[in-house]
């Protein structure tokens, strides 16, 4: 037995560190958090200073067990979680779930998983910094609370099965108010000028534009009708030197954001990847708020710059982070070796090491230089000056390895080739052909998930721990969509000056063409004028910066987090009670107008099964009609029109191959239905268009798409792409297809194999099976395991022998041996529910530790009462 255990959240981060220790180090993981607060209950004594009340999951009694028993026997234990606040909380809950004693435990961090890094951290261990802890309970038990008495409000007045977070529905808000400026937006219309000239020897050309533009059409014509006899001359002409200097090294926000740039990533898989870097020992933390470099990492970034490029591309540099709030980590994320350019593993780590590595190193390399060149050019028959920019790069500095990107939306429409010949002043240029072209302003951008994340990070909303959680909960919740939007046709109006005459085009553009965009729905908008009318505090932006910035406050030590909570509580709580009372119910509901036919209201809103329309109203003699919206609609923008044209479905089309054919539109969307098959309608495709040829066309799709491709064992064999990629079906099996294959071009032999390699482990997989009982002995990829209903439990093992089951001995455990095993891990799995579920007997609550010695200014280990059920 190991003298020491250390303990770390991860699997993949104990195995790095494993081979860094000797011996004397055993290295376990906790699998992240251990316990909780309790399910199904607010788990929080408000009564009692908010004392919480805690359990281990079902999932990790089994890991407790076997760490306590490990830490019993150990001479030292050593917790090892990250260094923000959530991972001082892990360490805590270690500390009090296994039992732990002060004289036999030690704290340590470090920012990176290196053997100097790991060592160094050993011998400078400390206690729990308990004001990490309180930072962190104060933020869980407050968003706690606010779903535990804002969720069932919102089932009461609007519908069943939402909820509300504190960060999250700011995040929804900031979507639904860029939506509506979005659509209460007026474009205007605006002539722009610009020019191509040639140099006098006719080889070399300038574009220029002209700064103002014209309002109108007559006053973009009339300069051009002016240029037709103009001379053109530069009557003032400036170059200067410019630089440009590389971007900071990453935190989390902007990695998350060049990331979705560059790569395409979203905000949760970008932190999964660095998670991944991180604990393999590949880069530094990633969740930092900090900009700054260590005095070690600068040294190996110029001794590469030096080695790869040469002195003169070196120029360290040492950044400030802005952020008042960057506290919870020492330095910016970067790779843990410079030497190290490249990395094995899958493609995303690799493309996310890659840009994590390049962004660093271009941090401490020289800034880039150029000479900016500004031309007027006079026309001699008006007084406007055409203007002509263009620079020349001297030395390209960092931008041999590096480029930071922006949001597209925030680029004007720019010519990229910006390159002047050599001109002089008072030279004459010939104009080889000049356009006045009508160009529209633009909405403000909808949100990615990138610009929304600098966007809360530029209120101080959240915190780096917090961004990817918040963006996918949204959407999880059906709050908000990341999806594209088809672009329409628009036409605008081009003047072109050629050859001494004025021509006028009349061309087409699509816009509005929207890719990887947050939308919201109208559940969505329903919830926030919710909570902007009734919980204003919840939703504004200032209010939940405030509450951060309280969070920081106590991490340092400055506030006490219990009273935060009090002076939050009480005026929230009181909010809820005169909401439930005293609100009505919400369901965003719009009266566009009367039906021509019958002359009754005709209303849009959210229902039970989502956005309709409704013709009249309950108290009417006639029941109201009702019809669904398309997904392409919403509440907030239909009209009136294009409401009246749901109630056209479904509706009826001539019969083919004898059966009944009809459009229409069901909950999961706009169908076809033939006969007694329902075809769903292809994505963005309005039902309302879809003729007879055109049913026809989207049924023989589906007769071709469910045609046999082959028989296997005289049964059919058929093809079709799902949720998780590709397969093949037989016999009611789904048979993944994977990558290796040609999928569009499977031979009778490639089907043969997959349905083989399927019928073999499918009568592998099962052990036993109890089907009536809901309980089965499965083999799984990291060994047996018992299935009980969701379920998936662990054996441990076999009492008779003190080692794991073999696949022998699992074939003879009884029914009654396997559901004693199912209540060790969820005690109360066979009893009759009762209306309260008994907390566990590892539930735990904690109270607020006492106070140490003044002068040592750090609290005791709080004291965990333990409830028995």
């Known amino acids: 037995m190991a003298k020491n255990l250390l303990i770390v959240e991860s699997p993949a981060k104990a195995k790095t560190i494993e081979g860094y220790l000797g011996k004397d180090f055993l290295v376990k993981s906790s699998y992240g958090h251990i316990r909780d607060l309790v399910k199904g209950d607010m788990g929080i004594d408000i009564a009692n200073n908010f004392s919480q009340t805690y359990e281990v999951p079902p999932d990790k009694k089994q890991i407790v067990a076997e760490l306590k028993k490990l830490a019993k026997n150990a001479e030292m234990v050593w917790l090892a979680s990250d260094e923000d606040r959530e991972g001082e909380a892990i360490s805590w809950h270690l500390y009090e779930t296994l039992g732990l004693k002060e004289d036999k435990t030690k704290r340590i961090v470090f920012h990176e998983i290196t053997k100097p890094a790991i060592l160094k951290a050993i011998d400078t261990p400390r206690g729990i910094d308990y004001n990490l802890v309180y930072a962190q309970q104060a933020r869980r038990v407050l968003d706690r609370l606010v779903g535990f008495e804002l969720s069932p409000v919102l089932w009461k007045k609007i519908k069943p099965s939402l909820s509300a977070g504190r960060v999250q529905s700011v995040a929804v808000r900031l979507i639904v108010d860029r939506e509506r400026e979005y659509n209460k937006f007026q474009s205007t219309a605006a002539f722009k000028i610009s020019a191509v000239f040639n140099t006098e020897n006719g080889k070399e050309l300038v574009k220029a534009e002209l700064p103002q533009r014209f309002e109108k059409e007559d006053d973009a014509a009339k300069f051009l009708q002016d240029c037709i006899a103009a001379s053109f001359k530069i009557s003032q002409l400036e170059t200067k030197p410019a630089k440009r200097n590389p971007a900071a090294p990453f935190t989390t926000s902007t990695l998350q954001q060049e990331a979705s740039r560059k790569l395409g990533f979203s905000v949760s898989r970008t932190m999964q990847v660095a998670q991944r870097l991180y604990e393999s020992g590949k880069i530094t933390y990633m969740r930092t708020d900090s900009v700054n470099l260590s005095e070690t990492a600068i040294h190996a970034a110029s001794s590469e710059i030096?080695?790869?490029?040469?002195?003169?591309?070196?120029?360290?540099?040492?950044?400030?982070?802005?952020?008042?709030?960057?506290?919870?980590?020492?330095?910016?994320?970067?790779?843990?070796?410079?030497?190290?350019?490249?990395?094995?593993?899958?493609?995303?780590?690799?493309?996310?090491?890659?840009?994590?590595?390049?962004?660093?190193?271009?941090?401490?390399?020289?800034?880039?230089?150029?000479?900016?060149?500004?031309?007027?050019?006079?026309?001699?028959?008006?007084?406007?000056?055409?203007?002509?920019?263009?620079?020349?790069?001297?030395?390209?500095?960092?931008?041999?390895?590096?480029?930071?990107?922006?949001?597209?939306?925030?680029?004007?429409?720019?010519?990229?080739?910006?390159?002047?010949?050599?001109?002089?002043?008072?030279?004459?240029?010939?104009?080889?052909?000049?356009?006045?072209?009508?160009?529209?302003?633009?909405?403000?951008?909808?949100?990615?998930?990138?610009?929304?994340?600098?966007?809360?990070?530029?209120?101080?909303?959240?915190?780096?721990?917090?961004?990817?959680?918040?963006?996918?909960?949204?959407?999880?919740?059906?709050?908000?969509?990341?999806?594209?939007?088809?672009?329409?046709?628009?036409?605008?109006?081009?003047?072109?000056?050629?050859?001494?005459?004025?021509?006028?085009?009349?061309?087409?553009?699509?816009?509005?063409?929207?890719?990887?965009?947050?939308?919201?729905?109208?559940?969505?908008?329903?919830?926030?004028?919710?909570?902007?009318?009734?919980?204003?505090?919840?939703?504004?932006?200032?209010?939940?910066?405030?509450?951060?910035?309280?969070?920081?406050?106590?991490?340092?030590?400055?506030?006490?987090?219990?009273?935060?909570?009090?002076?939050?509580?009480?005026?929230?709580?009181?909010?809820?009670?005169?909401?439930?009372?005293?609100?009505?119910?919400?369901?965003?509901?719009?009266?566009?107008g009367l039906d021509p036919v019958t002359g009754k209201n005709v209303y849009v809103k959210v229902g039970k099964y989502g956005p309709l329309v409704q013709i009249g109203q309950l108290e009417d003699e006639e029941k109201p009609r009702y019809a669904s919206l398309s997904k392409t609609q919403s509440v907030a923008t239909i009209s009136l029109d294009e409401a009246l044209e749901q109630f056209k479905l479904p509706f009826q089309l001539e019969d083919y191959q004898e059966k009944e054919v009809s459009v229409g539109v069901g909950r999961f969307g706009p169908y076809v239905k033939w006969g007694e098959a329902y075809i769903s309608v292809p994505k963005n495709e309005d039902p309302l268009s879809i003729d007879k040829d055109r049913a026809v066309e989207i049924i023989d799709e589906k007769i071709l798409a469910d045609a046999p491709v082959a028989h296997y064992q005289e049964l059919p064999v058929t093809k079709g792409t799902g949720r998780f990629g590709p397969f093949i079906k037989w016999n009611d099996l789904f048979i993944n297809v994977p990558k290796a294959y040609n999928f569009d071009h499977l031979s009778d032999i490639e089907i043969e194999e997959l349905i083989g390699k399927k019928i073999e482990k499918e009568a592998n997989r099962y052990i036993q099976q109890w089907p009536g009982e809901k309980i089965a002995i499965e083999n799984g990829r990291w060994g047996p395991f018992i299935r009980f209903g969701k379920e998936m439990l662990k054996l441990g093992k076999n009492p008779a022998t003190g080692e794991k089951y073999t696949q022998e001995d699992l074939k003879e455990v009884s029914l009654e041996d396997v559901k004693k095993l199912i209540v060790e891990q969820v005690p109360n799995a066979f009893e009759v529910k009762a209306k309260k579920k008994a907390v566990s007997k590892t539930a735990a609550t904690a109270k607020k530790p006492a106070a140490k010695k003044p002068a040592a200014k750090k609290p005791a280990v709080k004291k965990v009462v333990t409830k028995k059920s």
């Not at 493609?347 to 900016?372: G, P």
């Not at 002047?420 to 990615?448: I, V």
């Not at 009349?506 to 890719?515: D, H, L, M, P, Y």
Request: charged letters at 30%; aromatic letters at 10%; zero cysteines.
């Open 306 to 592: 030096k080695s790869a490029w040469g002195e003169k591309y070196l120029h360290t540099r040492t950044y400030k982070t802005k952020s008042a709030g960057a506290q919870e980590a020492h330095e910016a994320i970067r790779p843990t070796y410079f030497s190290t350019h490249t990395i094995s593993g899958d493609s995303s780590e690799q493309r996310l090491y890659d840009l994590i590595w390049k962004r660093a190193i271009a941090s401490q390399m020289s800034e880039a230089v150029f000479e900016k060149t500004t031309a007027h050019i006079a026309v001699s028959t008006r007084d406007e000056h055409l203007v002509a920019e263009g620079e020349v790069m001297k030395f390209d500095g960092f931008l041999k390895v590096y480029l930071e990107s922006s949001d597209d939306d925030e680029q004007e429409d720019t010519d990229n080739d910006n390159m002047l010949p050599p001109l002089a002043k008072g030279q004459s240029l010939a104009l080889k052909e000049m356009n006045a072209t009508e160009r529209f302003s633009r909405p403000p951008a909808r949100y990615t998930e990138a610009s929304l994340v600098k966007k809360l990070e530029e209120l101080g909303i959240g915190r780096p721990s917090t961004y990817a959680p918040t963006i996918s909960t949204i959407q999880n919740r059906g709050y908000v969509i990341k999806g594209e939007k088809e672009g329409k046709p628009r036409d605008f109006t081009s003047l072109v000056l050629q050859n001494g005459a004025v021509h006028k085009q009349i061309k087409t553009e699509i816009t509005g063409a929207e890719k990887n965009k947050l939308f919201p729905t109208d559940i969505g908008e329903v919830v926030n004028d919710f909570l902007v009318e009734h919980f204003k505090d919840i939703v504004n932006f200032n209010f939940t910066a405030n509450v951060e910035k309280e969070f920081d406050e106590i991490a340092q030590g400055l506030q006490e987090w219990t009273k935060m909570l009090h002076s939050f509580y009480t005026p929230f709580h009181k909010e809820v009670e005169t909401t439930l009372e005293n609100a009505e119910r919400a369901n965003g509901e719009r009266l566009l």
